[in-house]
């Protein structure tokens, strides 16, 4: 999976690179999500602007992430597209992390990409 | 691709020029996540031509969820079978229909998921309890969705074929 993690102040911002996570790549991207979680500390933001579709699998990946930050570390979701918000929305998972329209704007200053 | 009867029968004659429904997209592939993500991204394309002003969302989610469901269960425990894909448009309502010759699928996912006792808002997070993470689960979300956006949902098994039929009405305006 195509994943960008830039460390910023307060956060790691992950930018999901992949137009689909969907049933044929979520369990690659868990994989790799679990990585770059267990490499870092705090808050974790998931950019999925570039992402236009997410299935179940997709979102059961998503979930499993969160629990593996739970309870220490939110992970948050940014940017997400209309039929992903919808997936969200469907399923009450929108309730249950907390989803930013852009960037969110307390992540401080960037600093080298990890 | 299609091959008529060789798979499994329709039940109705395929789209014919004529007053009948135009038959969209018509297309047997193997019941494998990469040839259903491929599959199901030349079904949309094709419905994206065919309604250029409608926004196909929902009719995306519902068919990836249906044909994953039949990646996944189907033919579990033995090689990846066909799956094929027919779709006919009215209007702004897509016609689906979704065929395997896997093992019969079972009965109770054709209900609409229970209401909670609560009512339909009854999540720990609407009535200002902490959401404990490690009780969030992982799966069942797809006929969650399913049931949430497909119509007129109708499942026969015949002579060794699963048949799951239903309705998906395009959104208006096209999404960016």
Not at chain 1, 76 to 91: G, H, I
Not at chain 2, 60 to 67: P, R
Request: hydrophobic share 40%.
């Amino acid at each position: 999976m195509q994943l960008t993690t830039t460390r910023h102040a307060n956060g790691l911002l992950v930018q999901v690179g992949e137009q689909r996570i969907d049933a044929a790549s979520a369990i690659r991207f868990k994989d790799d999500m679990r990585e770059i979680v267990e490499q870092s500390d705090g808050r974790v933001v998931l950019d999925l602007g570039q992402v236009q579709f997410l299935d179940s699998s997709g979102l059961g990946a998503v979930v499993s992430v969160m629990k593996i930050l739970a309870p220490a570390r939110p992970l948050e979701l940014a940017r997400v597209t209309p039929t992903v918000a919808r997936v969200l929305q469907l399923t009450r998972m929108d309730r249950v992390m907390r989803i930013h329209e852009g960037l969110p704007d307390d992540l401080g200053q960037p600093g080298v990409a990890a | 691709m299609s091959e008529g009867l060789a798979f499994c029968g329709r039940a109705d004659p395929p789209g014919e020029v004529g007053p009948g429904p135009v038959l969209t997209f018509d297309e047997r592939f193997a019941a494998t996540p990469d040839q259903v993500r491929k599959g199901l991204m030349r079904a949309m394309a094709r419905v994206r031509r065919a309604r250029p002003d409608h926004d196909p969302g929902t009719l995306e989610i519902v068919l990836a969820e249906v044909l994953n469901n039949v990646a996944e269960h189907a033919y579990a425990g033995g090689p990846a079978g066909a799956v094929e894909l027919g779709l006919s448009l009215s209007g702004g309502t897509v016609d689906c229909t979704v065929c395997d010759r896997g093992a019969p699928l079972p009965r109770h996912l054709l209900d609409p998921p229970a209401v909670a006792a609560e009512g339909p808002d009854a999540s720990p997070a609407d009535a200002g309890l902490p959401v404990i993470a490690d009780e969030l689960p992982e799966g069942g979300f797809g006929w969650q969705l399913i049931h949430a956006l497909a119509e007129n949902l109708r499942y026969a098994r015949r002579e060794g074929c699963n048949h799951l039929a239903f309705s998906v009405t395009l959104g208006p305006g096209q999404r960016g």
